[in-house]
């Protein structure tokens, strides 16, 4: 199981297609197509999330990988602008699997960020690696980083996002 994290929609040049977005999924493709070379069983899981997540499984999908989403709460994409839902709707229906880890949608801004910090800490304990799409400095990743060396060691695999 691979996970794929990173930067968010304004890191990656917006939330509207862009080269800076283009080049990150044309990335993540050949690295998740020469992880398929090396496990023929691999399967890529995300969170789904706008930016690096959702990347990842759109390269995982154009590859012909399963792809396993791992939600931290139903419909966690409502309050997301039209064209976002439609995107997550996508890649929810290609998914192998979904898993959705709470019954209940969170009430406040606090209480979603402690759902999305109980769903890295299972990610980071379910998966067997990790790619992670980052500048190295932004502080949320940088945690997810943390954990995610804390019990993967060796086997996270950060990379850059490209100058626009």
């Avoid at 977005?21 to 197509?33: E, N, P």
């Avoid at 990842?56 to 792809?67: I, N, Q, R, Y």
């Avoid at 402690?114 to 998966?127: E, I, M, Q, T, V």
């Avoid at 500048?135 to 019990?151: H, I, K, N, P, Q």
Wanted: proline letters at 8%; aromatic letters at 6%; a negative charge.
């Amino acid at each position: 199981l691979v996970g794929v994290f990173g930067a968010r929609p304004p890191e990656l040049g917006g939330y509207d297609p862009n080269p800076v977005a283009d080049a990150v999924g044309r990335r993540l493709q050949a690295i998740l197509a020469a992880k398929q070379r090396m496990a023929p069983d691999l399967r890529v899981v995300s969170g789904l999330r706008l930016g690096a997540e959702m990347l990842g499984a759109e390269a995982a999908v154009a590859e012909g990988l399963p792809l396993v989403a791992v939600l931290p709460f139903p419909d966690p994409d409502s309050v997301w602008p039209e064209a976002s839902r439609r995107r997550f709707a996508q890649l929810l229906g290609a998914a192998e699997t979904v898993i959705t880890l709470e019954r209940k949608v969170p009430d406040s801004k606090a209480k979603v960020g402690g759902s999305l910090r109980r769903r890295d800490a299972w990610l980071a304990k379910n998966l067997d690696e990790a790619v992670v799409v980052w500048d190295g400095s932004e502080e949320f990743t940088g945690r997810l980083v943390a954990t995610l060396r804390d019990r993967l060691g060796d086997d996270v695999w950060e990379e850059p996002v490209p100058a626009s």
